[in-house]
């Protein structure tokens, strides 16, 4: 039986432990007969007015020196009574000799201050550092800490650079890394409980979780209060914080990540498992029951995708496969007050990324650095399918720029074509070739064609007519053709259908494990979904003919499947009858072009009276030119004297 909510269990030991123990009078944690120390009488006589932030950062802070990577550290002192000012000495060390714990933490609301007594003097901190500093240094009152609020002049920019490029080997190197979420609740006392009740969280061998067992009868017995109240400890601010992501992977790939609600701690690693089994068993609920909301249930599901997400990077992390992009790209959905940390908060994680933090730089200039750095990371401009001016207008960022700003929400065209990008090779092979000069992309690249005309795809008029508009789509699109006697007998039924179902990215869309191909027939794919019978039912609605419902039932799921990867996407035909998928962005006047180093064309935009430079718009399907025959079909023969020397076909091209 527990007879106390706040004994979380973690590997069968009580999560108080032996830090729990209130610490000696002396605080060392040994026995001691001579009296105590008297800070107390001392410090009110000496300060009765707490110093600005501007005159303690002077009086306190001295230079640190760079070059051996020096850090200040705190030593919180034992108080002698639950009323006394939390007292706490500074000193510097450098980094490589230091020893000490880190605090991991929100900062919160700035105008709720606490006064503490640093090196003598009184001086007021936020609210949410001072509880984490006093719980924990009532854990270990000889321990060294490390907190950024104190321990870094935030007021200088400078130093704050420097510092913030050592993050990731501060909390790399800190044992433990306190995860502080805040004060104990009811809800954390659910979760306690609920620890205390799961006997897999003693076993980790246990990592799959079986609802036929004791443990899944548990979680998905839980009532609807509980649900809320871990709903509630998931959806913290704590969790959704950019720096709170690289704090907790560098903590918990070491096994030091020590989450902290009040005194009370567990590991992170077994509330991650503990929110990876609720996440299931919600998922089991929703399922079961899909005529209930089950509103609370969601509520889990959805903030525990976070820790998902957490668990992905550090298991990255850990291999040495961390890719910039996917986890700058998680930054998105995370909140930060400065937007330059959605870069600088992952530094310490992507160190082959050369970006060196610095606060004096506007958040322009960091966006459009970093792009750069991920693109000769990745030694591939296949990123640049993610960029558009209809993404960055307004942020003063150039359109082949990265906006990692929480609000931009990517096309289902850009997150496929991104994701798929290595099934495709529209460039046929040849390296990127690019340089950067402010907000000017230097790159390589030939035109395919120029937009003069297309039909939209209106993804909201589907949900009532999930076969008209499609039918309206194809009608357009061979009437083009037919007008073009070019393109007599190009097989246009057979692109029509490799086109909208983007031809490649079939494979992994569906799970097939089977590469798709521009050689594959039709045929080999009808066991997935039924092709034929889709296409053949549109050409009837396109001749006039009313499906019955079992036919439109039948292909729904695919029609579905279409509509919400690429919602109100743009179709064309091209001058050689090319079937064209484009993105939402491009209109009438814009070309098609294809990239050295990208696998994927883009769509680039004119400047309006401006010679020579271009606008990207977004990416595009280009079916007959995915596997670089575009490409190789305009190189020029060249005078080498060798009838087999060619050029490449690119020509330089200036993206604004």
Same mark, same amino acid.
């Given at each position: 039986?527990?007879?106390?909510?706040?004994?979380?269990?973690?590997? %069968?030991?009580?999560?108080?432990?032996?830090?729990?123990?209130?610490?000696?009078?002396?605080?060392?944690?040994?026995?001691?007969?001579?009296?105590?120390?008297?800070?107390?009488?001392?410090?009110?006589?000496?300060?009765?007015?707490?110093?600005?932030?501007?005159?303690?950062?002077?009086?306190?802070?001295?230079?640190?020196?760079?070059?051996?990577?020096?850090?200040?550290?705190? &030593?919180?002192?034992?108080?002698?009574?639950?009323?006394?000012?939390?007292?706490?000495?500074?000193?510097?060390?450098?980094?490589?000799?230091?020893?000490?714990?880190?605090?991991?933490?929100?900062?919160?609301?700035?105008?709720?201050?606490?006064?503490?007594?640093?090196?003598?003097?009184?001086?007021?901190?936020?609210?949410?550092?001072?509880?984490?500093?006093?719980?924990?240094?009532?854990?270990?009152?000889?321990?060294?800490?490390?907190?950024?609020?104190?321990?870094?002049?935030?007021?200088?920019?400078?130093?704050?650079?420097?510092?913030?490029?050592?993050?990731?080997?501060?909390?790399?190197?800190?044992?433990?890394?306190?995860?502080?979420?805040?004060?104990?609740?009811?809800?954390?006392?659910?979760?306690?409980?609920?620890?205390?009740?799961?006997?897999?969280?003693?076993?980790?061998?246990?990592?799959?979780?079986?609802?036929?067992?004791?443990?899944?009868?548990?979680?998905?017995?839980?009532?609807?209060?509980?649900?809320?109240?871990?709903? $509630?400890?998931?959806?913290?601010?704590?969790?959704?914080?950019?720096?709170?992501?690289?704090?907790?992977?560098? %903590?918990?790939?070491?096994?030091?990540?020590?989450?902290?609600?009040?005194?009370?701690?567990?590991?992170?690693?077994?509330?991650?498992?503990?929110?990876?089994?609720?996440?299931?068993?919600?998922?089991?609920?929703?399922?079961?029951?899909?005529?209930?909301?089950?509103?609370?249930?969601?509520?889990?599901?959805?903030?525990?995708?976070?820790?998902?997400?957490?668990?992905?990077?550090?298991?990255?992390?850990?291999?040495?496969?961390?890719?910039?992009?996917?986890?700058?790209?998680?930054?998105?959905?995370?909140?930060?007050?400065?937007?330059?940390?959605?870069?600088?908060?992952?530094?310490?994680?992507?160190?082959?990324?050369?970006?060196?933090?610095?606060?004096?730089?506007?958040?322009?200039?960091?966006?459009?650095?970093?792009?750069?750095?991920?693109?000769?990371?990745?030694?591939?401009?296949?990123?640049?399918?993610?960029?558009?001016?209809?993404?960055?207008?307004?942020?003063?960022?150039?359109?082949? $720029?990265?906006?990692w700003d929480n609000k931009i929400k990517h096309?289902?065209?850009?997150?496929?074509?991104?994701?798929?990008?290595?099934?495709?090779?529209?460039?046929?092979?040849?390296?990127?070739?690019?340089? $950067?000069?402010?907000?000017?992309?230097?790159?390589?690249?030939?035109?395919?064609?120029?937009?003069?005309?297309?039909?939209?795809?209106?993804?909201?008029?589907?949900?009532?007519?999930?076969?008209?508009?499609l039918a309206f789509v194809r009608q357009w699109?061979?009437?083009?053709?037919?007008?073009? /006697?070019?393109?007599?007998?190009?097989?246009?039924?057979?692109?029509?259908?490799?086109?909208?179902?983007?031809?490649?990215?079939?494979?992994?869309?569906?799970?097939?494990?089977?590469?798709?191909? /521009?050689?594959?027939?039709?045929?080999?794919? &009808?066991?997935?979904?039924?092709?034929?019978?889709?296409?053949?039912?549109?050409?009837?609605?396109?001749?006039?003919?009313? /499906?019955?419902?079992?036919?439109?039932?039948?292909?729904?799921?695919?029609?579905?499947?279409?509509?919400?990867?690429?919602?109100?996407?743009?179709?064309?035909?091209?001058? %050689?009858?090319?079937?064209?998928?484009?993105?939402?962005?491009?209109?009438?006047?814009?070309?098609?072009?294809?990239?050295?180093?990208?696998?994927?064309?883009?769509?680039?935009?004119?400047?309006?009276?401006?010679?020579?430079?271009?606008?990207?718009?977004?990416?595009?399907?280009?079916?007959?030119?995915?596997?670089?025959?575009?490409?190789?079909?305009?190189?020029?023969?060249?005078?080498?004297?060798?009838?087999?020397?060619?050029?490449?076909?690119?020509?330089?091209?200036?993206?604004?």
């Open positions: 039986m527990v007879r106390k909510p706040h004994k979380l269990m973690d590997g %069968g030991q009580a999560a108080g432990g032996a830090e729990d123990q209130t610490p000696d009078r002396n605080g060392t944690g040994n026995s001691d007969p001579s009296p105590p120390r008297k800070r107390r009488c001392v410090v009110e006589d000496r300060h009765q007015d707490v110093l600005s932030p501007e005159e303690w950062r002077r009086m306190l802070y001295e230079p640190l020196n760079a070059q051996k990577k020096d850090i200040r550290l705190l &030593k919180v002192h034992p108080k002698q009574s639950p009323r006394d000012d939390l007292e706490a000495s500074m000193h510097t060390i450098p980094l490589e000799h230091a020893s000490f714990a880190a605090i991991s933490y929100v900062w919160g609301d700035s105008k709720r201050q606490k006064k503490i007594i640093l090196n003598d003097h009184a001086i007021s901190v936020g609210h949410s550092a001072y509880a984490a500093l006093r719980h924990t240094g009532y854990k270990d009152t000889n321990q060294h800490i490390w907190i950024d609020a104190l321990c870094i002049n935030q007021s200088d920019k400078e130093e704050r650079s420097q510092q913030v490029s050592l993050m990731g080997e501060v909390y790399g190197k800190a044992e433990p890394v306190w995860l502080w979420t805040g004060g104990y609740t009811k809800d954390t006392e659910t979760l306690a409980n609920l620890m205390n009740r799961l006997a897999f969280m003693r076993d980790p061998s246990k990592s799959d979780f079986d609802f036929d067992s004791r443990d899944g009868r548990i979680l998905v017995g839980l009532s609807s209060t509980e649900w809320l109240s871990l709903a $509630a400890v998931l959806r913290s601010p704590f969790w959704h914080r950019v720096w709170i992501l690289q704090e907790i992977i560098m %903590g918990a790939a070491r096994g030091q990540a020590i989450v902290l609600f009040g005194r009370f701690w567990m590991q992170y690693d077994t509330l991650a498992k503990l929110v990876r089994a609720l996440v299931k068993a919600a998922v089991f609920l929703v399922q079961s029951d899909p005529g209930e909301l089950h509103s609370e249930v969601l509520d889990v599901m959805v903030n525990g995708i976070v820790f998902h997400r957490h668990m992905g990077i550090l298991d990255a992390f850990e291999s040495g496969t961390c890719d910039s992009i996917d986890a700058l790209d998680f930054n998105t959905i995370l909140d930060a007050t400065d937007p330059r940390d959605r870069v600088y908060g992952l530094m310490g994680l992507i160190r082959s990324l050369r970006i060196r933090p610095d606060y004096n730089k506007s958040i322009s200039q960091v966006y459009r650095e970093t792009t750069v750095a991920t693109l000769e990371q990745a030694v591939s401009l296949n990123g640049l399918t993610r960029c558009g001016a209809n993404n960055n207008a307004g942020s003063g960022l150039p359109s082949w $720029a990265f906006n096309h289902g065209l850009s997150k496929i074509l991104e994701a798929q990008s290595k099934l495709y090779n529209a460039c046929a092979g040849h390296a990127a070739d690019f340089s $950067a000069c402010g907000s000017r992309l230097s790159v390589r690249g030939c035109k395919l064609m120029d937009v003069d005309g297309f039909v939209q795809y209106h993804s909201e008029y589907l949900v009532d007519h999930p076969l008209t508009n699109m061979l009437r083009r053709v037919q007008e073009n /006697p070019r393109v007599r007998d190009h097989g246009f039924s057979e692109a029509f259908k490799r086109a909208i179902l983007l031809d490649e990215a079939i494979s992994a869309r569906y799970n097939t494990g089977v590469r798709i191909g /521009p050689t594959t027939r039709l045929d080999d794919i &009808k066991p997935l979904l039924d092709v034929e019978h889709f296409f053949d039912l549109i050409d009837r609605m396109a001749a006039g003919q009313t /499906p019955d419902a079992d036919d439109e039932r039948d292909t729904l799921s695919c029609i579905n499947n279409f509509a919400s990867h690429l919602p109100d996407a743009k179709l064309t035909i091209g001058p %050689g009858g090319e079937c064209c998928i484009l993105h939402p962005g491009v209109e009438k006047g814009d070309g098609i072009f294809v990239l050295a180093g990208c696998s994927v064309p883009l769509a680039l935009r004119p400047v309006r009276d401006v010679t020579g430079q271009l606008q990207l718009v977004g990416p595009a399907y280009v079916h007959g030119a995915m596997d670089g025959e575009a490409v190789i079909g305009s190189a020029k023969r060249v005078s080498t004297g060798d009838p087999d020397a060619y050029d490449d076909a690119f020509e330089e091209i200036v993206l604004v």
